[in-house]
């Protein structure tokens, strides 16, 4: 089977990322091949992770100590209290910096351990192996980390890139369809906001990628894996043009937060959600013209999940909603910056409203239906 090398070359950091089938077990092979050394381990393991797939990694990582700690993941538990947790295991078992931190898990395992990582001596090192699709495609790759707090999501974090990252097409296997469609929505919002070739290439093969079919599956991982790469490494802090990965993201986190971070919708969902809250907006502001509009929300909708916000808000949720939208990092005033679709391929950064103008959006949307 075809074996993907993506290199990003960031200001901070040089690390490769490696896609395919099956290979966590080749994953001491694929260290010693990419120079990557330390004695002692600690693995980060996301208790959803099958028991096989933990035992085929525990087998094919060489050190002289490995340590399991496992990780509920969610995102009530993406806090200080599990990365304290990880630190006191940390200095439990004299770490330095030339050992490792191995997260094998989804987006929330990875956020959490590499924030661990970034902050335990001032940073030792780092590898993630994401287990989701979500993960593999996005957060991954990027080097941000962080954790939620009483006042939103991913406030408190780090930029801290990996020294490598494992991404076996094999693990998403054991994941249920909701999930696999949670991570497409970060495949698709790739290509909203930078290819419309690619946005082409899925609406062809999306049933394809969807069942995670070979070649497909592994293209559009490594598109997607490649159009983050190329804006990681022109902006990697996030200054200006890294903001268009947050295609969505404004709307969506105010989504999470709002319901308490509830399994009623989880982290991609609320992408796909806030895409459609995006292209929403941005029709109804005169950006985005009618047909490719109606393309992205009919390639959304062929994915058969709500896409309405009256499935989950009702209008006293929107006090809740605005109130979050303001706490974005992004916001460097007192308006809301959105990130906004031009066309199919291309976004527009440093937009702001005021909350009167968001909240009479969602009252309009909420009277939807």
């Known amino acids: 089977m075809k ?67 496992l990780f509920n993941a969610s995102e009530k538990n993406k806090n200080m209290k599990n990365v304290n947790l990880i630190l006191n295991k940390l200095f439990k078992f004299n770490f330095n910096r ?44 990027g080097g941000k980390t962080g954790v939620n707090n009483n006042y939103g999501k991913n406030l408190i974090g780090s930029f ?34 930078s290819d419309k070739k690619k946005f082409n290439y899925l609406k062809k093969n999306s049933s394809k990628i969807l069942n995670l079919k070979s070649p497909f599956i592994e293209k559009a991982i490594s598109d997607s894996c490649k159009i983050k790469k190329n804006i990681v490494q022109l902006d990697e802090k996030e200054k200006n043009l890294r903001k268009i990965l947050n295609l969505g993201h404004t709307f969506a986190h105010a989504y999470e937060a709002t319901l308490s971070y509830s ?28 047909n490719d509009y109606n393309q992205i929300l009919m390639h959304i909708e062929s994915l058969k999940i709500p896409t309405n916000l009256n499935f989950y ?11 979050y939208m303001k706490s974005d990092k992004k916001n460097n005033s007192a308006k809301i910056n959105l990130i906004l679709i031009k066309k199919i391929g291309k976004v527009i950064l440093g937009l702001t409203f005021d909350q009167s103008k968001i909240k009479k959006f969602l009252v309009k949307e909420l009277n939807n239906l």
């Open 263 to 290: 399994k009623k919708l989880n982290h991609g969902e609320a992408v796909i959600l806030g895409i459609v809250s995006s292209a929403k907006f941005s029709i109804q502001n005169n950006i985005l013209n009618k």
């Open 160 to 193: 801290m890139q990996p020294d490598l990252v494992i991404s076996d097409v094999n693990i998403l296997d054991s994941l249920p369809r909701r999930e696999i469609v949670c991570g497409y929505g970060e495949v698709l919002k790739h290509t909203i906001i």
């Open 313 to 323: 808000f009702k209008k006293n949720n929107i006090y809740s909603i605005i109130k």
């Open 98 to 141: 030339n050992d490792c931190i191995i997260s094998f898990g989804g987006g929330i395992t990875g956020d959490v351990s590499g924030f661990a990582a970034s902050i335990f001596k001032r940073g030792l090192k780092f590898i993630n192996i994401p287990t989701t699709l979500l993960a593999q495609v996005d957060s991954s790759i």
């Open 3 to 69: 074996k993907y090398k993506i290199i990003v070359k960031t200001k901070s950091k040089v690390y490769p990322i490696i896609i395919g089938k099956g290979i966590i077990s080749q994953t001491s092979n694929i260290l010693k091949s990419n120079n990557i050394n330390f004695e002692k381990c600690l693995i980060v393991i996301d208790s959803k992770v099958p028991r096989e797939k933990i035992n085929i990694l525990k087998k094919n990582i060489i050190s002289k100590k490995k340590i399991i700690h």
